[in-house]
């Protein structure tokens, strides 16, 4: 079950995921969305292996465990054609999502021919951005209108920080810590503040 489940699934969605987002969604793009998470563009060395690299790589491990497949076996048993195909089926169940919501939302997007619905089906929704409206300018900012038509919700990062705050008492209080060793000892030490 393990040589179905774990690798060759996990091989596809992971070039899946490169393909997707260096070449579809666009390396440029992806670069400008960590360089507004980071608060600087990734390093050349970074851009090269997400783009190239790893991509190149992870296609020459598909490649090469479809080409090297052969049926399982347990020393001299070899499993049944229904059971190796049960495991096939298993192995693309994680897999057959992909392609059948992508077909799905083509045949749901609007366009008159089928280069149009692919190209609106890989449009963004409205509200789509950084959650933190101080992050939403430049490409990220909603065209035509304020962020708050959409519904978007504005919260603290930490709003119980602010409460803790407000409740500390503003004089010093002294703590003594007891450290309790793994051979039973026990010692008292006082925080130096």
């Not at 999502?97 to 609007?110: R, T």
């Amino acid at each position: 079950m393990d040589n179905y489940a774990a690798s060759f699934s996990l091989v596809v969605i992971s070039c899946i995921m490169c393909i997707a987002i260096m070449y579809i969604y666009g390396h440029d793009k992806y670069f400008q969305d960590v360089q507004m998470m980071l608060g600087f563009p990734p390093p050349m060395f970074f851009q090269i292996c997400w783009r190239f690299v790893s991509p190149s790589i992870i296609f020459f491990i598909l490649v090469f465990t479809v080409v090297q497949y052969k049926p399982i076996s347990y020393n001299d048993y070899v499993y049944p054609s229904w059971a190796i195909t049960l495991g096939i089926l298993m192995a693309l169940s994680s897999v057959i999502c992909i392609p059948v919501y992508a077909i799905w939302k083509i045949c749901m997007s609007e366009g008159s021919t089928f280069w149009e619905r692919v190209k609106n089906a890989n449009k963004p929704s409205k509200d789509w951005g950084p959650s933190l409206l101080e992050h939403r300018t430049d490409r990220y900012a909603t065209v035509g209108s304020p962020s708050y038509e959409f519904n978007l919700e504005i919260q603290q990062l930490n709003p119980d920080k602010e409460r803790e705050k407000e409740q500390l008492p503003t004089e010093n209080i002294e703590h003594n810590f007891t450290i309790q060793g793994s051979n039973g000892s026990a010692r008292t030490q006082e925080p130096n503040v």
